[in-house]
């Protein structure tokens, strides 16, 4: 089977790893088969480790475009979907004066006062697009009912200018960090990706490939310490972001190894609440100041 993405699951690998992106196996592959499949890939894990930025990579690798819904709680299908500009029908309803409302009805529910938003934009665009669901378990399960008949068919029904089909499925990915649990029904319909905090040698991997700049040994050092820092009872552990940022500091200050006291100088970068970076003094023994 020939994707209009990938070639293989090796070919997903290099495109990603050319982007910055270093995919193991099962992602590389579990990718390869969406784009193949035309089926949505709900991908799944702890925040940071790379669910959002694999459906970025995707579109930076294929020249694809990537038009993004940001799920929250309140999400509502006027903020999804489509809603209309009632500032501007207003106005023309003013304008049109003794006009008979038949002619104003379907002049003012016209493309010209349509405000499309994220799921009806990808739908419409006849370019390549990654369409990115990102933290879908933030939503209420309404949202996933639109969602279900959006991506069950590729198509929106406008009441007032019909059925708006896909002239080109995007490839769909929706990320989650499994907050609550999704429907049965919207899971049926995706291929599943769990992605974790990477082992030590693939997050080396990923800081040197992200932060050229950084010796090997202080990158050594610094994904020791994440991986003590993540073994911890956190309310936030670090993100791979969060590793390559002290990678940057790291380099920034000249700091040649990663001894107490710059881990101390420097914790902020990669731990974000208080009560975080007393636990982490405490022990990994360190010396504040």
């Excluded at 309310?235 to 001894?259: F, Q």
Aim: with cysteine; aromatic share 6%; net charge negative.
């Amino acid at each position: 089977m020939t994707s209009p993405w990938f070639e293989s699951p090796a070919d997903a690998e290099k495109q990603l790893a050319a982007v910055g992106y270093l995919a193991d196996t099962a992602t590389a592959t579990t990718t390869y088969l969406a784009g193949a499949l035309e089926k949505p890939l709900l991908v799944e894990g702890p925040a940071g480790v790379g669910k959002t930025e694999l459906a970025k990579a995707v579109a930076r690798a294929t020249g694809a475009g990537l038009v993004r819904l940001q799920c929250y709680e309140g999400l509502d299908e006027a903020r999804a979907l489509y809603e209309w500009n009632y500032k501007k029908q207003l106005l023309r309803i003013q304008a049109a004066g003794d006009q008979a409302w038949d002619e104003t009805h379907d002049d003012i529910f016209s493309e010209e006062f349509l405000l499309t938003r994220p799921l009806l934009t990808a739908i419409r665009r006849d370019e390549p697009t990654v369409l990115l669901v990102d933290e879908v378990d933030k939503t209420d399960v309404e949202v996933e009912g639109l969602l279900l008949e959006v991506l069950s068919d590729f198509q929106v029904t406008i009441p007032e200018l019909g059925t708006v089909e896909a002239v080109r499925r995007p490839l769909v990915v929706l990320t989650s960090n499994a907050t609550r649990e999704l429907s049965e029904a919207i899971k049926r319909r995706c291929l599943f990706l769990h992605i974790d905090y990477p082992d030590s040698e693939r997050e080396r991997e990923i800081v040197l490939s992200q932060v050229p700049e950084v010796e090997e040994r202080l990158a050594g050092e610094l994904v020791e310490v994440v991986a003590r820092l993540r073994g911890l009872d956190l309310r936030k552990s670090p993100s791979i972001a969060e590793s390559v940022d002290w990678a940057r500091t790291l380099v920034a200050l000249g700091t040649g190894t990663l001894d107490e006291d710059a881990i101390a100088a420097t914790l902020g970068v990669v731990l974000k609440h208080h009560s975080d970076h007393e636990r982490a003094v405490e022990e990994l023994r360190l010396r504040t100041r």
